[in-house]
C-alpha cells in the first residue's frame, strides 16, 4: 500500500483554502486505498516528512511557499516524488511577469501592463483606466483589485499588504475562460459568470457567488483554440500533472473575440467548487479517479 502524505494548510493567505483541498484529496485517497497522512505544513516539515517516510506527497498547498517552488526545492533535497509541477515551473508560473514574457514568446496574447513599485507609486506613478492591480506572487485572487473608467481613485489609494512589487495591467472585458490541462491533454473549458464584479476570492469559495458553464459556450473554433493556447501554456511553463489556465475572451466588439491568457495555475484548488475536479467529471473522471491518477502521476524533477 503506497504512503501519501498530503500536505496542506501552511501559512500563506490561502491556508483556508488549502485546508479544504488537503482534506478532500485526503478522504478522496483514503478511498482508493491509499494509507494516507495528512499534514498541516509548518516550519519543520522537514522533520515531520523525516518520521512519516512516505512514498509520495500530494501537494495541496496554495499560495506562497506551497505552490512558487520553495516546498518543491524541499522535496527535490530529500528525494520525495510529489505532485503537480517542478521547482522551476512552479516558480515562473507563480511569477507574473516573468510568466508573461513566456507567453508572449509563445504567441499567446497577454494584457498590456506595467511593474511598479511601492515608491514608484509614492512618488506618484499612474496608469491609464481601466486597469487591474495583481500581487506579483499570490494566487486565488488574493489581492486583485479592478479599476474602472468611472472610478475615482488612484494607485496611490489602493490598499498595499503583499510585497513590494505589483503588476499592473489593462482591464480586458469580455468572458472569463478557464481549462484544465492533464498531462499533455486539455480536459475542456469551462466559463465563469461572476455574480460580483470578477472572479475573486469569495466567487471562488463560496457557493452560488458564481455560474459555470461546462462546457464553455463557444463556436468550436474558439473552444478548441483556448485548449490549444492552454495547452502551449502548459508546456511552455514546465507544468507537468495538472494545471489550469486562466483567460479572458473579448467578444465585446464587432471583431472576432480575442483570447488573452491571464496566468496559469501549477497548483488548481481541488475543493468541492473547484474547477479542475468539474471539469474532469465533465468526462467521465470522477474525483477518486482524478487524485488517484494525480498521485500515480507524481515524481521529482531529477
Avoid at 494566487?139 to 512589487?165: C, R
Avoid at 479517479?289 to 521529482?300: P, T
Amino acid at each position: 500500500m503506497k504512503h501519501v502524505a498530503v500536505l496542506m494548510g501552511g501559512w500563506s493567505a490561502e491556508r483556508e483554502v488549502s485546508m479544504n483541498s488537503g482534506l478532500a484529496c485526503s478522504e478522496a485517497l483514503k478511498a482508493c486505498g491509499y494509507q494516507v497522512s495528512p499534514v498541516d505544513v509548518g516550519r519543520n516539515i522537514a522533520e515531520v516528512l523525516t518520521e512519516l517516510k512516505p512514498d509520495v506527497c500530494f501537494n495541496a498547498l496554495h499560495g506562497r511557499y506551497g505552490e512558487d517552488g520553495l516546498i518543491q526545492g524541499l522535496l527535490e533535497i530529500m528525494g520525495l516524488p510529489y505532485t503537480h509541477s517542478g521547482v522551476l515551473a512552479s516558480a515562473v508560473a507563480m511569477d507574473k511577469p516573468m510568466a508573461k514574457h513566456l507567453f508572449a514568446d509563445a504567441g499567446l496574447r497577454c494584457a498590456e501592463g506595467k511593474v511598479f513599485t511601492r515608491k514608484d507609486i509614492e512618488n506618484g506613478a499612474t496608469y491609464p483606466k481601466p486597469f487591474v492591480v495583481k500581487p506579483f506572487n499570490e494566487g486565488s485572487s488574493v489581492g486583485v483589485t479592478i479599476i474602472l473608467d468611472n472610478e475615482n481613485m488612484s494607485l496611490a489609494e489602493l490598499p498595499w499588504t503583499f510585497g513590494e512589487k505589483v503588476l499592473v495591467e489593462t482591464y480586458i472585458p469580455g468572458r472569463e475562460i478557464q481549462v484544465a490541462v492533464m498531462g499533455d491533454i486539455a480536459l475542456g473549458a469551462v466559463e465563469i459568470k461572476p455574480l460580483g464584479r470578477f472572479y475573486d476570492y469569495e466567487a471562488k469559495y463560496t457557493a452560488g457567488k458564481a455560474e459555470h458553464l461546462m462546457p464553455a459556450p463557444m463556436s468550436r473554433e474558439d473552444y478548441d483554440e483556448v485548449m490549444r493556447q492552454a495547452l502551449v501554456a502548459h508546456q511552455v511553463l514546465g507544468c507537468r500533472g495538472v494545471s489550469r489556465s486562466d483567460f479572458r475572451f473579448d467578444d465585446t466588439g464587432e471583431e472576432p473575440g480575442k483570447l488573452y491568457i491571464l496566468e496559469t495555475n501549477t497548483q488548481p484548488g481541488m475543493t468541492s467548487l473547484s474547477l479542475v475536479p468539474e471539469i474532469a467529471a465533465h468526462t467521465g473522471m470522477n474525483f477518486e479517479e482524478l487524485v488517484r491518477w494525480i498521485v500515480e502521476d507524481a515524481s521529482c524533477d531529477r
